[in-house]
C-alpha cells in the first residue's frame, strides 16, 4: 500500500536525525525501556524493536511546555517506578460480551492468555489470533502494517513497539463479511506495572467487521476492592482497504490509581468507511491520541467518543484527521461529563490541504460541567488551504439547567434522580450509537451507577 501523506499531518510525528542528539535524553525513559526491552533474538521483529528504542533513546517524556501536552502534566507519572509482571489469570473476572462469547481474545498485562479466550465462533476469511499463533506466511505478511502506520516515532509508541512480545492480530480477507463482533479484551492491574497491549487490524479491500477493544483491571473477588497505581501503554493500528467498512468501539476502564496512554492509528483507502466509538471511564489520568489518515479519495469517518470521570481524574482526548484526498466526510462528536475536581481535555485536528477538494467536515466537542470546580480545556481545530469545501466546528460548556431540574421534581422526580436522568440522556447519545446492545446495557448501566456525578 502506497501512503501519500501532507507535510507533518500527525502530531509529534515529525522526523528527527538519531544522529543530532545524544543517546539517552531521558533517564526515565530510559528506565522504562530497560524493563519493558526482552533478550534479543532474531529476524523482523528484533529489528523492528530495535529501531523503536533508539527513537526512544533520542525522545523525552512529554511535557506541558509542549503545546500538544500543555494541559496534561506527566509529573506525577514520572515520580513512579514500574516493572514487567505476568498476572495469574485465573482469578482474573471480566465481562463475557454474549455476541462475542466466541470470538474473543483476552491478554494479561500484554501476554496473550489462551485459557480466557475464545475464536471458535468466527467464518472463514478471518485470522483472530496473537502473533505467536500466526503461521510464518501469516508472519511475513503482518511486516507490512505492524508498526508501519504514520506517527511511530511518537514516543509512548515507540516505547510500546521497543518491548513488542505478543499482539492482538485480526485479519479479515477480501470481501468477508463478518458479522459477529471481535472482543479485544487487555486486563492490567497488578501494581507497580508497566503492560504494554499492541493490536494489529487489516480489512482488506470489501471486508467488513466489527470490533470492541476494552482495556479493565478487573480482578478476582480477592481483590476486587483494592486499587492498585499501574501503567498501561497500548498501541492499536487499524488498515481499511478499498471498501471496507470498520465499525471499532473502544472502552477504557482502568483502575482509579492507573494511567493509560493510548494511541489508535487508522489508515483509511479508497472507499472506505471507519467509525470509532471511544469511551473514557477509568484512570487516575488517561490520554488517548486517536489518528485518521486518508490515503483514498472518497472515504467516510465517524468518530464518536464519550469521557465521563470525577474526583481528581485527567482524561485527555486528541485526535487528527488528516483528509488528502477529494470526496472525503468526516464527523466527529465528543461529549465530555466531568464532576468533581476532574479535568477533561479535547483537542482536535482535521487536515484540509489543497488537494482535498469537496471534503465535508463537521466536529463539535459538547461538555457538561457538573461541579463549580470541574474543569475543561476545548480546542478544536480546522487547518483548511482547500477552496471548495463544507467544513464546521464547535465546542459548547455547559451545566445542568435548573429549570430543567425543576420541570423534572415538578412532576414527581427527586432532584438526586432528576439530575441522574438528565446526564444519562446526554451521555446516551453517543452510547446508543454502540452497535454491540450488551455493551450498550454494560455502559448505560455503569453511567447510571456513577453516585460521584450526581452530586456538586
Not at 23 to 47: A, F, H, M, R, S
Not at 126 to 136: E, K, W
Request: aromatic share 6%; hydrophobic share 40%; charged share 20%.
Amino acid at each position: 500500500m502506497t501512503i501519500q501523506v501532507s507535510p507533518s499531518p500527525i502530531p509529534n510525528s515529525n522526523l528527527v536525525s538519531l544522529t543530532s542528539t545524544l543517546l539517552d535524553k531521558d533517564t526515565y525513559l530510559t528506565e522504562l525501556l530497560n524493563q519493558v526491552t526482552i533478550p534479543k533474538t532474531e529476524g523482523w521483529l528484533q529489528e523492528l524493536r530495535e529501531g523503536a528504542a533508539s527513537w526512544v533513546r533520542h525522545s523525552t517524556v512529554p511535557t506541558t511546555r509542549e503545546e500538544e501536552w500543555r494541559f496534561t502534566d506527566l509529573s506525577s507519572l514520572r515520580k513512579l517506578q514500574f516493572n514487567v509482571k505476568t498476572l495469574h489469570a485465573t482469578s482474573l473476572q471480566f465481562d463475557i460480551l454474549p455476541e462475542a462469547a466466541n470470538s474473543r481474545l483476552v491478554f494479561v498485562n500484554g501476554v496473550y492468555a489462551p485459557e480466557l479466550s475464545a475464536v471458535s465462533d468466527l467464518p472463514s476469511g478471518i485470522v483472530v489470533s496473537n502473533l505467536a499463533g500466526l503461521t510464518t506466511v501469516e508472519q511475513q505478511a503482518l511486516q507490512q502494517y505492524l508498526a508501519q502506520a504514520e506517527g511511530a516515532q511518537e514516543v509512548f509508541t515507540a516505547l510500546n513497539t521497543a518491548g513488542i512480545t505478543d499482539a492482538a492480530v485480526v485479519w479479515v480477507k477480501k470481501n468477508v463479511v463478518v458479522e459477529t463482533p471481535i472482543h479485544l479484551v487487555f486486563i492490567s492491574g497488578e501494581t507497580g506495572t508497566i503492560s504494554q497491549p499492541r493490536c494489529l487490524v487489516v480489512a482488506e479491500a470489501g471486508s467488513q467487521v466489527r470490533l470492541v477493544e476494552e482495556y479493565t483491571n478487573r480482578r478476582g473477588a480477592e481483590s476486587a476492592k483494592e486499587e492498585g497505581v499501574y501503567f498501561t501503554n497500548a498501541v492499536t493500528e487499524v488498515w481499511v482497504g478499498d471498501n471496507a467498512q470498520v465499525s471499532h468501539t473502544r472502552v477504557e476502564r482502568e483502575g482509579a490509581e492507573a494511567f493509560h496512554i493510548g494511541k489508535t492509528a487508522i489508515a483509511q483507502s479508497r472507499d472506505s468507511r471507519y467509525t470509532c466509538h471511544a469511551i473514557t471511564l477509568g484512570a487516575k489520568l488517561s490520554r488517548h491520541n486517536l489518528e485518521i489518515l486518508q490515503t483514498g479519495e472518497q472515504t467516510e469517518t465517524t468518530l464518536n467518543g464519550l469521557t465521563i470521570i470525577s474526583d481528581k481524574q485527567l482524561a485527555d482526548t486528541h485526535s487528527a484527521i488528516a483528509l488528502n484526498y477529494p470526496h472525503s466526510t468526516s464527523k466527529q462528536l465528543h461529549k465530555c461529563i466531568v464532576g468533581d475536581r476532574a479535568h477533561a481535555v479535547f483537542n482536535g485536528k482535521v487536515l484540509v490541504p489543497k488537494r482535498a477538494q469537496l471534503t465535508n467536515a463537521v466536529q463539535m466537542n459538547r461538555n457538561l460541567l457538573l461541579s463549580s470546580k470541574a474543569r475543561v480545556d476545548t480546542k478544536p481545530q480546522l487547518e483548511i488551504t482547500a477552496d471548495n469545501v463544507k467544513c464546521a466546528h464547535g465546542a459548547t460548556v455547559s451545566q445542568l439547567e435548573d429549570d430543567e431540574i425543576f420541570y423534572l421534581q415538578s412532576r414527581g422526580i427527586d432532584e438526586n434522580d432528576a439530575r441522574k436522568l438528565l446526564i444519562n440522556a446526554f451521555a446516551a447519545e453517543i452510547i446508543n450509537q454502540i452497535p454491540v446492545p450488551s455493551l450498550r446495557e454494560i455502559l448505560l448501566n455503569t453511567v447510571n451507577n456513577l453516585k460521584s456525578l450526581t452530586n456538586d
